[in-house]
């Protein structure tokens, strides 16, 4: 069975970096998937995609965290990184990994999420 499991989150100052971690279970990287993402959910606010990668290399980042966040992928440790730089107060939320397949009988998987937490 697929499962996911986020690590890496925090509490960091304004301005500073955190290095996200997906690690996947039960997913063959390179056959199975479809678009992997990263997604947020702040405190009374919609989860929001942040992040994706399709296994075709086509990559989307949501304008507010263009040039500040990095999805990458290690085929080899099948995980998935979410880079963050520069961050803000705002990007404070639960962040979570997220795998789309290409079998459309197979469900979708979400990780447990991971909380990121930016001082001011």
């Known amino acids: 069975q697929a499962q996911l499991v986020e690590s890496g989150g925090g509490l960091v100052q304004a301005g500073g970096s955190l290095r996200l971690s997906c690690a996947a279970s039960?997913?063959?990287?390179?056959?199975?998937?479809?678009?992997m993402a990263w997604y947020r959910q702040a405190p009374g606010k919609q989860r929001e995609e942040v992040a994706s990668?399709?296994?075709?290399?086509?990559?989307a980042y949501a304008d507010v965290v263009k040039g500040r966040f990095t999805i990458s992928r290690d085929n080899a440790k099948t995980t998935i990184y979410l880079e963050m730089d520069s961050l803000k107060p705002e990007d404070t939320a639960v962040y979570y990994c997220?795998?789309?397949?290409?079998?459309?009988?197979?469900?979708?998987?979400w990780g447990q999420g991971t909380q990121v937490t930016v001082s001011s």
């Open positions: 997220f795998v789309d397949f290409r079998d459309p009988k197979r469900t979708d998987v």
């Open positions: 039960g997913i063959i990287f390179n056959f199975d998937i479809n678009v």
């Open positions: 990668m399709s296994t075709t290399g086509r990559i």
